[in-house]
């Protein structure tokens, strides 16, 4: 799962924070019409989208093929309930001492289309630390690496969809769409089914984040609700007296209203 992109032909790094924001200003214009015009909205990511130079890099060109799940599950990892410690929500334990950084609670519930809760659910995180870095090797961004921060766990929902993560608010951090290109603040997810083709990533924002303008991957759902839905809400009564700020968000994985999935895994 890479974080910063560090494939991208160096070209493409030469457009300005102007040029991108033009761009994008420009996409976004032509869907407002289509709209006025009857079109339906968009829930989803456009999987060529200019500004996110490294789109067309990033999903297949060619004609899918249906794989063989039970094959592929001889050569992926397994897990059951069991597997899955209560302790792994927390990613401030860890490690021997306390990480760096705003102690925050996220919390929600998986959902389909219909409201009903998704019980059962593998739910996975990962996320840069409070300096905006990742615990990776591909990531050489100049931030310091909080050893008691790894920034990974997983939990499993419960009866009424629910979850909770505790963590450390991430920070932004550069990326190289192009010149002086910063990704807003984010956690990663992913959810699985039933089996590990089951599987579906998407990104968490917080809100009143001022990069949300300028950020091709955000601004590639070209529908602002549906933009929206991946913003989580300050929830006060998530908060924990003296001890740690709370967001709710909510999972929707299917119908008109649901959360926006990446198409692959390993973006940013």
Do not use: C
Request: hydrophobic letters at 30%.
């Amino acid at each position: 799962m890479s974080t910063n992109n560090k494939t991208l032909d160096p070209a493409a790094t030469t457009a300005s924070q102007e040029d991108i924001s033009a761009e994008i200003s420009s996409i976004h214009e032509v869907y407002r019409q289509q709209l006025l015009s009857g079109m339906k909205a968009e829930t989803q990511p456009r999987v060529d989208f200019a500004p996110y130079r490294s789109s067309l890099l990033r999903h297949p060109t060619k004609n899918l093929h249906h794989a063989d799940p039970e094959t592929i599950e001889l050569y992926s990892p397994a897990f059951g309930q069991r597997d899955v410690h209560a302790l792994e929500s927390d990613l401030t334990i860890q490690h021997n001492g306390e990480p760096i950084g705003e102690r925050i609670v996220v919390s929600g519930r998986v959902l389909d289309g219909d409201g009903r809760p998704v019980a059962g659910q593998l739910v996975e995180v990962w996320q840069a630390n409070a300096a905006g870095r990742y615990v990776h090797k591909r990531d050489q961004h100049p931030a310091p690496i909080d050893p008691n921060f790894t920034g990974v766990g997983r939990t499993i929902t419960g009866a009424n969809g629910e979850y909770s993560f505790t963590t450390i608010k991430p920070a932004p951090y550069p990326w190289k769409n192009h010149h002086n290109a910063w990704r807003p603040a984010h956690i990663h997810f992913s959810l699985f089914g039933t089996d590990f083709t089951q599987r579906m990533i998407t990104q968490m924002y917080f809100p009143g984040d001022p990069l949300f303008a300028l950020d091709p991957i955000y601004q590639s759902i070209t529908d602002q609700d549906a933009r929206d839905r991946l913003v989580a809400t300050y929830d006060q009564s998530i908060t924990s007296h003296e001890w740690a700020t709370g967001y709710n968000w909510d999972i929707v994985l299917t119908g008109s209203n649901r959360t926006w999935m990446e198409e692959e895994e390993g973006e940013h």
